[in-house]
């Protein structure tokens, strides 16, 4: 049963380029978490979503950051138009519906994306 | 307010040493309190976690001490190795809310020297 699986591992793209990140959770979890991490820091949640649903992106920047998990294939966060600040790891988590209630969830390994 | 402190940042100690880190926590309305430890270019890996009805949990030579009326917690390495070397994250979140976001602290980069 592989774990959480995020590709790419690095990313990097000029100023101004899309950056698409994949997750693909783990085999029989619904629900997908995604955070970011900046050098030296801890993680901030962004976003939240089950299957075709977005339950909560309270920690989406409001422009430029989309997110989805659609029915079939992995959760996809868009980065639009990049500036540097957006340089970070950007890590996902999944769980299952039991694990959702409480009992810690399953990270990647993250992509790490430099703009430049 | 959703902030969790950590401290400190940085903590060299020696090999069979024991390493704490505190964290703090101001909304009451945390019921789960986890510790993540990352290696450098890894993901976080979950490594004991705390519900406030008790107030320690050991796991190994992993302790979690939990104190509800201070509103703080902290973790404790026993007999630390230098496999421990890594940063660690304590978290918290809240049973009622949905989806079950966790609230990172700032981190503590833990050094076990041999």
């Known amino acids: 049963n592989a774990g959480v699986m995020q590709n790419p591992r690095h990313l990097v793209r000029r100023r101004g380029q899309e950056a698409r990140l994949r997750c693909s959770p783990m085999?029989?979890?619904?629900?997908v978490y995604w955070y970011r991490q900046l050098p030296e820091e801890g993680l901030k949640f962004m976003v939240y979503?089950?299957?075709?649903?977005?339950?909560?992106e309270s920690g989406m920047p409001k422009e430029r950051f989309s997110a989805e998990f659609p029915k079939e294939g992995p959760s996809i966060l868009r980065i639009q138009q990049v500036v540097r600040g957006d340089s970070a790891a950007y890590f996902c988590?999944?769980?299952?519906?039991?694990?959702?209630?409480?009992?810690?969830?399953?990270f990647g390994s993250g992509t790490r994306l430099t703009v430049v | 307010q959703q902030q969790v402190k950590q401290s400190p940042q940085s903590l060299i100690v020696q090999k069979g040493g024991i390493s704490i880190i505190n964290c703090a926590y101001e909304n009451t309305a945390f019921d789960y309190f986890p510790w993540y430890q990352q290696f450098p270019g890894k993901g976080p890996a979950l490594l004991i976690a705390?519900?406030?009805?008790?107030s320690e949990k050991k796991e190994g030579r992993f302790t979690i001490s939990f104190n509800k009326s201070a509103k703080q917690f902290s973790l404790h390495i026993m007999d630390s190795q230098p496999g421990d070397s890594a940063t660690y994250f304590c978290?918290?979140?809240?049973?009622?809310?949905?989806?079950?976001?966790?609230?990172f602290g700032g981190g503590t980069r833990v050094l076990v020297k041999p």
């Open positions: 988590a999944s769980s299952s519906d039991m694990d959702s209630i409480g009992y810690g969830y399953t």
């Open positions: 978290a918290a979140s809240s049973y009622k809310a949905a989806g079950n976001k966790l609230t």
């Open positions: 085999k029989g979890h619904s629900h």
């Open positions: 979503l089950q299957k075709e649903n977005i339950i909560d």
């Open positions: 705390i519900r406030p009805d008790v």
